[in-house]
């Protein structure tokens, strides 16, 4: 049965409430639409809150923060695209499945909509089974979501508890006993109170790196599933990547000391994302390279662009991973801790993978134990 002022059907005038207290709000200038929607709905066990235009549903949603939201378009005082652009714009709502409800919207208002980010429309009239429908599959796919992220942060929390002490702790100590030996110690050359200066500074910038990165790793996870913010890093201004390539290259060269380990060979090409964002990609993959090959070895970067991609790629003839390591890529994890020192707890290849994604790209690695990496990242080509 299709509704409009028609009432309820049978059907569900005999069912039983089967759902938890999830909270829905109706806004709907309509009210014969409003209140069949929301007997409905709380017939079967939802709570809902009602609103009779965007400017008091705006308000309900911030008073009530429901789980979800069936908005109509147009209506008096703010209209369902401009609540919708507004819920957006804030972070407590990002999560927040949104349906519209439409009649006589056009095609140009519901395009705009879900560019917006709408979930879900429904035509009036629609009927019962379609709206119920409608609301089991967008809160089904937003518990999917939140078992992942608390699956992600249940992981994270755990390879924190056993990665973080080690990680803290090596440049701690390097910092704490350095400085130590120069308080103590009467008789120290000027000569071994710079190299005790370089061990402290070495051991401040490991730990700067760590929160750097344990930072960017949280606001990455966020980022990712945010879709205003993705595709607003996506229409970052494209930029040219040679100089960029070059002059990370020698700038990890520098810091593993290994002058001429890094042959490049790009063509220059623009792509679409920051340069910050480009330079952390680079800086972790490089370190890594270096870290991890032996000193006589080279590493080689080439690039391409293939239509609307572009591939960077960088190899090595470092010590490698398993195949099952490679399926491990994530955050906080290590590979072979009892015999290589991996600092900065595992987060590096994590990091640069979640860079990747957000911006449209996508990573591959090649790998075989004590042969060597390759690393492929492509990214979305600038016009």
């Known amino acids: 049965m299709k509704y409009g002022t028609h009432g309820i059907s049978r059907e569900l005038l005999l069912m039983k409430p089967s759902v938890s207290k999830q909270k829905i709000l109706v806004i709907d200038d309509e009210e014969s639409y409003r209140q069949v929607i929301t007997i409905t709905l709380q017939m079967i066990g939802y709570e809902i809150i009602e609103a009779t235009n965007g400017l008091d549903g705006l308000a309900a949603a911030k008073m009530h923060h429901p789980d979800m939201i069936l908005c109509d378009i147009n209506m008096p005082k703010m209209d369902g695209i401009e609540l919708l652009n507004t819920l957006k714009n804030e972070q407590e709502f990002a999560g927040i499945p949104f349906v519209f409800l439409t009649g006589n919207a056009g095609p140009g208002d519901m395009r705009k909509g879900m560019q917006l980010g709408a979930d879900d429309y429904l035509t009036k009239p629609f009927t019962a089974e379609e709206l119920i429908n409608a609301i089991e599959v967008r809160l089904a796919k937003k518990k999917t979501i ?4 608390e699956s992600q ?6 390879n924190i508890t056993l990665a973080l002490p080690h990680e803290f702790r090596t440049p701690l100590n390097g910092i704490l006993g350095f400085s130590q030996i120069l308080i103590d110690e009467d008789h120290i050359s000027e000569e071994e109170v710079k190299q005790i200066g370089r061990m402290i500074n070495r051991s401040g910038k490991r730990l700067h790196h760590l929160l750097e990165n344990m930072v960017l790793f949280g606001q990455l996870q966020l980022w990712l599933h945010d879709e205003n913010k993705t595709a607003e890093l996506r229409r970052d201004q494209a930029i040219k ?10 700038h990890e060269m520098k810091k593993h000391d290994r002058p001429g380990a890094i042959h490049i060979s790009v ?4 792509v679409q994302i920051s340069g910050h964002f480009l330079k952390k990609i680079l800086e972790e993959i490089l370190d890594n390279s270096l870290k991890f090959s032996s000193a006589a070895s080279v590493i080689t970067i080439s690039c391409e662009r293939k239509d609307q991609e572009v591939c960077l790629v960088i190899h090595d003839s470092g010590r490698g991973m398993s195949d099952e390591q ?9 590979f072979e801790r009892g ?4 600092q900065g707890a595992g987060l590096g290849l994590a990091v640069t993978k979640l860079l990747i994604d957000i911006h449209g790209g996508d990573l591959t690695i090649e790998s075989e134990k004590n042969k060597g990496t390759t690393v492929c990242i492509t990214l979305p080509a600038g016009e």
């Open 153 to 158: 942060f249940d992981d994270i929390k755990s």
């Open 146 to 149: 939140q078992k992942y992220f």
């Open 339 to 342: 015999y290589y020192e991996q």
């Open 241 to 250: 990547i040679g100089d960029i390539i070059t002059s990370m290259a020698e």
């Open 267 to 270: 063509a220059e090409t623009s």
């Open 326 to 334: 490679l399926h491990k890529i994530s955050g906080f994890q290590q």
